[in-house]
């Protein structure tokens, strides 16, 4: 473990992890062209006007876990999904496509990335809900999240 990473770094990294898996659900395109595309630096049509965008590169950001975090929830979405349909107040097929995006990515955290604590996860999910969901969708994240979390950390 002997690297220490910036936090500002690891959410750089999720900011564009939940862009990657939104436009991964949105599209259906091939994840690897996806990732390809956030890691060529171009810009996206909504980011070319935003002078404080994050960069997609080291030291701004943590690529390696932006990577990790995209391919994971790329490769065990179902299992995500279902671990968190228990919890959830509506059919998964009724969410919107960020909360989705962002449960997905929150829920591999607390299940893969132990290195993370889970009160970390869900406040920067919170964060990443009141940037890029609809107006109320911190509140839901976070619910989701709140009841989540303690379960799947406590089974290991």
Avoid at 16 to 36: G, H, R
Avoid at 144 to 155: H, Q, S
């Amino acid at each position: 473990m002997g690297v220490s990473v910036k936090p500002a770094a690891r959410r750089n990294a999720r900011h564009f992890a939940v862009q990657a898996i939104y436009s991964w659900q949105i599209t259906k395109e091939n994840a690897a062209d996806i990732e390809l595309h956030f890691l060529s630096g171009e810009p996206f049509e909504e980011e070319a006007h935003q002078a404080e965008a994050p960069v997609l590169a080291a030291p701004h950001t943590d690529v390696e876990y932006f990577r990790d975090l995209f391919t994971g929830v790329v490769l065990n979405h179902q299992e995500l999904d279902s671990k968190m349909r228990p919890y959830l107040s509506r059919p998964l097929q009724d969410l919107d496509q960020m909360e989705l995006a962002l449960l997905r990515l929150a829920v591999y955290e607390i299940m893969k990335r132990e290195d993370v604590p889970f009160k970390v996860v869900i406040n920067e999910a919170i964060e990443l809900a009141k940037v890029f969901g609809a107006e109320d969708s911190h509140k839901f994240v976070n619910g989701v999240l709140d009841k989540l979390a303690p379960v799947l950390r406590k089974k290991g």
